[in-house]
């Protein structure tokens, strides 16, 4: 619990520093192949203005857009056990690691920091795909672990943001057991009757989906983001049949009594924001507010009386 | 307006006087006496009609099409209403309706079965018979209601749990028990409202509840009077005769101490003024919800389960 000590007197991360992007820049919109402006995507969250695809993002572009005001802090995770196996294939673990680490100026696929929404406190644990197909780990057990125990010392709910293509082989077993070890961090923030929900984004799958992020008082999902446990093309390759369009996208899994609610990007903030206040900010009997009942004109008082 | 076959004579009236409406000019004075005279005409009838309407009568009241269904109560009663889906297991079913939202300005869990407005929408809840996943889907949101410490109102309105062979497959019976199971096991308030028809075990299955309120023409009965005519008087024609025998109306089930309180209706029932039955049920609904805001969880629960304990001991004199 040494990261805890961390809390208290939190060193405050510089945020990932905006890698230098040239205005010119274009991006292709995987699904609808336009062209777009890298700075008009940014202003777009990342969703195409073409055909409304909500593409992946960066971590810092997700916590900017989920936080009241942009306004939060990183936690420093701690230090655990690196590369356990010593694994190697064609490439050393540790090498691929540092790979990452350069090309995402992180030190592993999760990221974790803390602030409001809605104005409800929350610790919010998002995953980075870009680092590893955003693999879990020791690393990223870790950082669900201290996300859950800094929502419990903080009396906060907790948001986790999974991106991930599942465990990461390079740790063997014990990327299998962070599949437990995550349900037990959450099980804890469950226990406290803390609010727990997950924002399921494209892809969702594996042993994530197969652990926590399945486990959350309320599911809610990006778009057209890919959740399921095997991956489509090994179930193709098993049953010798093609797929139905739309299989394991977030609509198939609404539809298919899975996630609460499938929310456009724009909408995540302000969703996550009421859903909090009526988890959180409950209010009692017979408290009147102004925004209670919304009685048709028909019912409004008469002038004077 | 639909109206219903004991109706005719108001229907007739009531045309009259839109014809009159329409008509222009010539002697306005005169029209407008007409008018008026024939509307207390209308408002007598009505109120001798709907004063002393038969079970068999209420039946049809309760299923009128432009009855104020759970959609109406949320849409005017319920604000910040943010819906949740699914049972996590098999589908959502959009028979049962749920999710968190305020009632004057309380967080609260609404759950209530829908049946739909027109043909698209009735298809899409299935006219408001839900399979298990809807009952599945129901205890999940009981549940998440009881560990937040959010009240939970439920809004009855099925003609029954939707009997189908993919429904028995995938365990009708043990959906709906669980359901009751749940509603008997929260600990916190569970307010239940029986707007229109409260049909057997798929009305009970949200329906176990701290406080039970029943609209003054709905009905909650163990059977469709269709379906006790055909077999207890092999016959479906005798529907009539069986909606009375099951003495299926709130003002009977009070007696039988089945229902707490009754709803008073707008003249006419709900559906000539869907806004006047909403807010009459929602000052019901706030009373209710403020006695049961004093009581303890465990209280709440234990009280819950000895009402139920005792179904069965007031018969009708
Ligand atoms: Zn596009």
């Keep these: 619990m040494n990261w805890l000590t961390n809390f208290v007197r939190p060193k405050i991360q510089s945020l990932v520093r905006p890698r230098e992007v040239p205005d010119n820049l274009w991006d292709k919109c995987p699904q609808c192949g336009h062209m777009i402006f890298h700075r008009d995507l940014a202003k777009t969250l990342w969703v195409c203005a073409h055909c409304d695809h909500h593409m992946r993002m960066s971590v810092k572009a997700r916590l900017d857009m989920l936080f009241d005001g942009a306004a939060y802090q990183r936690i420093e995770l701690p230090k655990g056990l690196v590369d356990p ?60 672990v201290a996300a859950a125990e800094l929502a419990v010392l903080q009396d906060a709910a907790l948001i986790v943001v999974p991106a991930s293509g599942g465990a990461r082989m390079q740790e063997g077993i014990l990327s299998l057991m962070q599949m437990a070890r995550t349900t037990v961090a959450v099980a804890k923030v469950r ?58 996208r977030a ?34 009997a017979g408290q009147l507010l102004p925004i209670a009942v919304d009685l048709p004109d028909s019912f409004e008082a008469e002038p004077g009386v | ?32 006496e007409e008018i008026n005279r024939l509307q207390v005409k209308v408002d007598r009838l009505l109120r001798a009609s709907y004063g002393k309407l038969t079970p068999w009568q209420k039946t049809q009241v309760a299923r009128h099409p432009d009855r104020p269904h759970a959609s109406d109560y949320i849409e005017r009663l319920v604000s910040d209403f943010t819906p949740l889906a699914g049972d996590r297991c098999f589908a959502e079913d959009k028979a049962i309706l749920g999710g968190l939202g305020r009632f004057r ?9 829908e049946k739909g407005r027109d043909t698209e929408s009735r298809v899409r809840h299935n006219f408001g018979m839900a399979r298990p996943e809807g009952y599945r889907k129901a205890r999940r949101l009981m549940e998440m209601a009881d560990h937040f410490s959010i009240p939970v109102i439920t809004f009855v309105d099925t003609a029954g749990a939707y009997p189908g062979v993919d429904a028995e497959a995938r365990g009708q019976a043990e959906a709906i028990a669980r359901s009751i199971e749940t509603c008997l096991d929260i600990r916190v308030p569970l307010l239940s409202v029986i707007i229109g028809e409260g049909g057997s075990g798929g009305a009970i299955a949200l329906a176990a509840g701290n406080t039970i309120l029943m609209l003054e023409h709905s009905i909650y009965s163990v059977i469709s009077p269709e379906g006790c005519a055909s077999i207890l008087w092999r016959s479906g024609d005798a529907a009539k005769d069986a909606a009375e025998a099951l003495h299926l109306t709130a003002q009977d089930l009070q007696r039988l101490a089945v ?40 209280v709440l629960r234990a009280r819950r389960r000895d009402k139920f304990l005792e179904m069965g001991k007031i018969g009708l004199p």
């Design chain 1, 85 to 144: 196996l010593k694994f190697r294939d064609s490439k050393r673990y540790t090498d691929r690691l540092k790979d990452s680490q350069a090309k995402t100026n992180e030190q592993d696929a999760v990221v974790v920091a803390h602030g409001r929404v809605g104005g409800v406190p929350v610790v919010v644990a998002a995953f980075n795909f870009a680092f590893m197909g955003g693999s879990m780990g020791i690393a990223v057990g870790d950082g669900i």
């Design chain 2, 105 to 113: 300005g309380q967080s609260v869990m609404v759950i209530g079965h």
């Design chain 2, 259 to 298: 229902i707490d309180d009754i709803v008073p209706e707008p003249l006419g029932g709900a559906h000539r003024n869907p806004e006047l039955a909403i807010t009459s049920v929602a000052e019901h609904m706030d009373r209710a919800l403020k006695s049961l805001a004093l009581v303890e969880g465990g």
């Design chain 1, 251 to 284: 609509e198939y899994l609404l539809e298919n009594g899975m996630v609460d609610m499938v929310v456009h990007r724009h909408k995540l903030a302000e969703t996550l924001g009421r859903t909090l206040g009526l988890l959180r900010h409950r209010g009692a």
């Design chain 1, 191 to 248: 226990e406290k009757g803390l609010p727990f929900i997950v924002l399921l984004t494209d892809p969702t799958t594996g042993g994530v989906s197969a652990s926590f992020a399945m486990l959350g008082d309320i599911h809610i999902a990006e778009p057209g983001a890919v959740i399921g446990f095997a991956g489509a093309r090994v179930i193709e390759t098993t049953i010798r049949e093609k797929l139905p369009p739309g299989f394991q």
């Design chain 2, 1 to 32: 307006m639909n109206f219903l076959d004991f109706e005719k004579p108001i229907a007739e009236l009531e045309g009259k006087i839109e014809e009159l409406r329409h008509l222009s000019d010539s002697d306005e004075i005169n029209i407008a």
